[in-house]
């Protein structure tokens, strides 16, 4: 398996929409998820986007670590030709940051709790319901697969920092 390199912001491949998938078991599918994973745990990153490392194509894979405040951990998933539908109207504003916009942190409303589907390299169907940090990283993961990045969906560019200075709102957060 190799590391791949990471597309950036302002890249082509990370504005347009990604195509779908017809076979999530073809080998080729099969040799990028083992790609994209070995480029994940290289970069200790919680998800990962086929366009993100210059494929364009419908596949995300995620995963929810202990400490991300979540009740429960999620293992590594991937998903292919992923959809998602949001449950609720409430949102909830948490932090993102993104292999493809290094350096910064943006704050980013996005639905709490949502219901994603599609399909497992093995080609079965996974349907899940998602709440907090599980719901935040599927619905960054399947943006890229339209063209959009974080800060696209953001509310209040004054809320686009550094990481160097993130500990200070965290710190502003707690006091």
């Given at each position: 398996?190799?590391?791949?390199?990471?597309?950036?912001?302002?890249?082509?491949?990370?504005?347009?929409?990604a195509?779908?998938?017809?076979?999530?078991?073809?080998?080729?599918?099969?040799?990028?998820?083992?790609?994209?994973?070995?480029?994940?745990?290289?970069?200790?990153?919680?998800?990962?986007?086929?366009?993100?490392?210059?494929?364009?194509?419908?596949?995300?894979?995620?995963?929810?670590?202990?400490?991300?405040?979540?009740?429960?951990?999620?293992?590594?998933t991937?998903?292919?030709?992923?959809?998602i539908?949001v449950?609720?109207?409430?949102?909830?504003?948490?932090?993102?940051?993104?292999?493809?916009?290094?350096?910064?942190?943006?704050?980013?409303?996005?639905?709490?709790?949502?219901?994603?589907?599609?399909?497992?390299?093995?080609?079965?169907?996974?349907?899940?319901?998602?709440?907090?940090?599980?719901?935040?990283?599927?619905?960054?993961?399947?943006?890229?697969?339209?063209?959009?990045?974080?800060?696209?969906?953001?509310?209040?560019?004054?809320?686009?920092?550094?990481?160097?200075?993130?500990?200070?709102?965290?710190?502003?957060?707690?006091?």
């Amino acid at each position: 398996m190799a590391i791949l390199k990471i597309a950036k912001m302002g890249h082509p491949v990370l504005r347009q929409v990604a195509e779908p998938v017809e076979d999530p078991t073809a080998p080729e599918i099969l040799r990028l998820v083992g790609d994209m994973m070995a480029t994940l745990e290289d970069i200790a990153g919680a998800g990962l986007a086929a366009p993100q490392v210059h494929v364009s194509k419908r596949v995300v894979m995620f995963h929810v670590p202990p400490g991300r405040g979540d009740p429960e951990t999620v293992p590594f998933t991937v998903l292919v030709n992923p959809r998602i539908e949001v449950l609720t109207d409430e949102t909830e504003a948490g932090w993102e940051g993104c292999l493809s916009v290094p350096g910064l942190r943006g704050l980013v409303s996005r639905p709490a709790y949502i219901r994603y589907s599609g399909f497992g390299v093995d080609g079965q169907r996974i349907e899940r319901e998602a709440k907090g940090f599980h719901a935040r990283v599927v619905q960054h993961e399947c943006d890229h697969l339209d063209g959009v990045l974080y800060p696209q969906r953001m509310d209040d560019l004054s809320r686009l920092i550094f990481e160097s200075e993130f500990r200070h709102h965290l710190e502003e957060a707690t006091t």
